[in-house]
């Protein structure tokens, strides 16, 4: 959730939309290897502590290599309790499964992300998971022109990410797992608690079967709302250790994030940020308000039925960014910000228009007559939502 490192780009030579994090926080990496020599579960590149601190940052303070050679100040990554990553980090040290859970938007996947890259060196072990996702994924396909040719054997068998992960003793990465079919989670269970992976094919031959080699673990994750979708099973649920991802509790923690990853997205778009902060602040302020159903002030509002996620706020920072940077003057960038909500928060049901109305109505009309000149500009932009 930081400005990037180092800038890698593609065989062909234009920068990449979005770096993983292994590139993105090469440097970091790298320097907390040699940072903290300490013992290492069986695979991993960093100590334990030494990932907690690459996911949660050094707090401002400049790190200092064992010989004096070198300082690195870490960047904080994710907004979040630190206990909550401890938790997680001791999860995958004690080489059982984790699952995070959480609305959309908290960041699920980009926690994921951060410490499959600080554990193994790579995130892109990665099934997305999805109503056609089959248990070929999870476990492993052919090449069918060697198969023709040569009949089946370990060169025409084509390994899965979590295949690959068990070989090699590295984190696999399951997104969306509730949205993928009871019958492929169910290859999660026998995979998660005998940790091998049978080929019935290779039968009577050493490669019959796969063996997950120490340090092998994995990573899946969860929306709330995907509740019903594709439940998964007691027995599967027994393999994962459980943590939560909630939205940012802090205020000015959320701001702060918006403020950052709006301007990466506006510069990466070749333009300068350049919202006002009061704007800002205000987008947060309506998106936790919606979000939590109570205002800072504790007035009752009515919660639209769509997530006012970190992430959507960020989207519509980054949005009034690239209108202030390519159509300088036309118009105040804080006239922009209602139609933006109203998009939204229309998402699930265009009828919680009228919940966002009644917020205008009630809290923003009140902040407006407390003397507030940005919530006043705003509530004298209601007609926007009327429309």
């Given at each position: 959730?930081?400005?990037?490192?180092?800038t890698?780009?593609?065989?062909?030579?234009?920068?990449?939309?979005?770096?993983?994090?292994?590139?993105?926080f090469?440097?970091e990496?790298?320097?907390?290897?040699?940072?903290d020599?300490?013992?290492?579960p069986?695979?991993?590149r960093?100590?334990?502590?030494a990932?907690?601190?690459?996911v949660?940052?050094?707090?401002?303070?400049?790190l200092?290599?064992p010989?004096?050679?070198?300082?690195?100040?870490i960047?904080?990554?994710?907004?979040?309790?630190?206990?909550?990553?401890?938790?997680?980090v001791?999860?995958?040290?004690g080489?059982r499964?984790?699952?995070?859970v959480?609305?959309p938007?908290?960041?699920?996947?980009?926690?994921?992300?951060?410490?499959?890259a600080a554990v193994?060196?790579?995130?892109?072990?990665?099934?997305?998971?999805t109503?056609?996702?089959?248990e070929?994924?999870?476990?492993?396909?052919?090449?069918?022109?060697?198969?023709?040719?040569?009949?089946?054997s370990?060169?025409?068998?084509v390994?899965?990410?979590v295949?690959?992960?068990?070989?090699?003793?590295?984190?696999a990465?399951?997104?969306e797992?509730?949205r993928?079919?009871?019958?492929?989670q169910?290859?999660?269970?026998?995979?998660?608690?005998e940790?091998?992976?049978a080929?019935?094919?290779?039968?009577?031959?050493?490669d019959a079967q796969?063996?997950?080699?120490?340090?092998?673990?994995?990573?899946?994750?969860a929306?709330?709302?995907?509740?019903?979708?594709?439940e998964?099973?007691?027995?599967?649920?027994?393999r994962?250790?459980?943590?939560?991802?909630?939205?940012?509790?802090?205020?000015?923690?959320?701001?702060?994030l918006?403020?950052r990853?709006?301007?990466g997205?506006?510069e990466?778009?070749?333009?300068?940020?350049?919202?006002?902060?009061?704007v800002?602040?205000?987008?947060?302020?309506?998106?936790?308000?919606?979000?939590?159903g109570?205002?800072?002030e504790g007035?009752?509002?009515?919660?639209?039925?769509?997530?006012?996620?970190?992430?959507?706020?960020?989207a519509?920072?980054?949005a009034?960014?690239?209108?202030?940077?390519?159509?300088?003057?036309?118009r105040?960038?804080?006239?922009?910000m209602?139609?933006?909500?109203?998009?939204v928060?229309?998402?699930?049901d265009p009828?919680?228009a009228a919940?966002?109305?009644?917020?205008?109505?009630?809290?923003?009309?009140?902040?407006?007559?407390?003397?507030?000149?940005?919530w006043?500009?705003?509530?004298?932009?209601?007609?926007?939502?009327?429309?």
């Open positions: 959730m930081t400005a990037t490192v180092s890698p780009t593609t065989p062909e030579g234009a920068s990449r939309q979005v770096q993983p994090p292994e590139d993105a090469a440097a990496l790298e320097f907390l290897a040699a940072y020599p300490g013992p290492r069986p695979a991993w960093l100590t334990p502590r990932v907690v601190t690459f949660m940052g050094s707090a401002g303070q400049a200092k290599l010989d004096g050679s070198e300082s690195m100040t960047s904080q990554k994710f907004v979040g309790e630190r206990a909550l990553v401890e938790r997680c001791v999860t995958l040290a080489e499964g984790l699952l995070l959480g609305e938007g908290t960041a699920k996947s980009m926690l994921s992300e951060l410490l499959a193994c060196g790579t995130s892109g072990l990665t099934v997305q998971g109503a056609g996702t089959t070929d994924q999870l476990k492993y396909g052919w090449n069918y022109a060697l198969l023709l040719a040569q009949g089946p370990r060169d025409a068998l390994p899965s990410p295949l690959t992960a068990m070989a090699r003793g590295a984190v990465r399951v997104e797992v509730t993928c079919l009871p019958e492929v169910d290859a999660l269970v026998s995979l998660l608690s940790r091998r992976v080929v019935p094919e290779l039968a009577g031959t050493d796969v063996h997950a080699v120490p340090g092998f673990t994995l990573i899946a994750t929306n709330l709302r995907d509740r019903g979708v594709s998964m099973s007691a027995a599967l649920k027994r994962f250790n459980f943590e939560t991802i909630g939205p940012i509790a802090d205020l000015d923690a959320e701001t702060d918006v403020r990853q709006a301007r997205s506006v990466r778009a070749g333009a300068a940020f350049s919202v006002d902060d009061a800002l602040e205000a987008l947060v302020v309506a998106f936790r308000d919606l979000r939590t109570r205002s800072a007035w009752e509002i009515e919660r639209p039925s769509t997530v006012m996620s970190t992430a959507e706020a960020v519509v920072a980054s009034l960014g690239l209108a202030s940077a390519y159509f300088p003057g036309d105040d960038v804080l006239g922009l209602p139609g933006h909500l109203l998009g928060v229309r998402k699930d009828a919680d919940k966002l109305l009644g917020y205008w109505d009630a809290a923003v009309r009140r902040r407006a007559e407390q003397g507030s000149a940005t006043r500009t705003l509530w004298d932009l209601r007609h926007v939502l009327e429309g």
